[in-house]
């Protein structure tokens, strides 16, 4: 999977006083919600050659050194009050109310978003899905994917939200493979916004009606 804005995540904290709240899966993949601590973890796997599909590497290590609260904040907008995002099409929207984790096993392996609308599952056209992820290449087909997925359906399910959707690409096979351990089902194919290349999507929904048990790690993208 990879990941764009909180507008538009395709399969990707609050100040350091506070610790992370940890969801762990196994002894090696957790979900982390980042403080302070974190940071100098980050700012490794940018120098590692991790480039974020939303915002240039030079732009997120200036905001890790100059401004990390407001980086961090960013793992904690369950009302949606941080400022609007930019999309591809250099327009602004609103942001939505979303929770972003860090995946971890130890340093920084990649992040996970989930985003939704107050009182209704539906989300507007500029958001490609309720979720969306990106490991680093040097930790890809390991299964980190499928195991941060797994942890964050037990996020959305507390919002008592009945299913989330995810997009991919029709040739991203790792990813399908990942949303398909979680238990996702092909919902459409879908032709996506210009501003997003107006190339075919595919469509998948994860039900939350029940707990699953944890699915067998794929090797992931």
Sequence with gaps: GHATTNGALHVSGNLGAQPASVVTTSSRVELIRPTREHLP???SALDRGWVPADSPAQRVRERALSDPAALLAEAEDREGRLPPIQLPDRTLAARLPSITRWIWDG?????????????????PPTCLG????????????????????????????????????????PDNV???????ANGGVLHERFAKLPMYGGTEGLRYRIALGATRPAPEPQRDG
């Design 41 to 43: 973890s980050l700012l």
């Design 107 to 123: 340093e920084f392996a990649g992040r996970i978003s989930l985003r939704w609308q107050r009182g209704t599952v539906e989300l």
């Design 130 to 169: 309720h979720i969306g992820y990106v490991v680093v290449p040097w930790k890809r087909r390991q299964g980190y994917a499928t195991a941060a997925l797994a942890l964050m359906l037990q996020e959305a399910r507390a919002l008592n939200l009945p299913y989330v959707e995810l997009t991919t690409d």
């Design 174 to 180: 790792a990813s399908q493979r990942v949303i398909e």
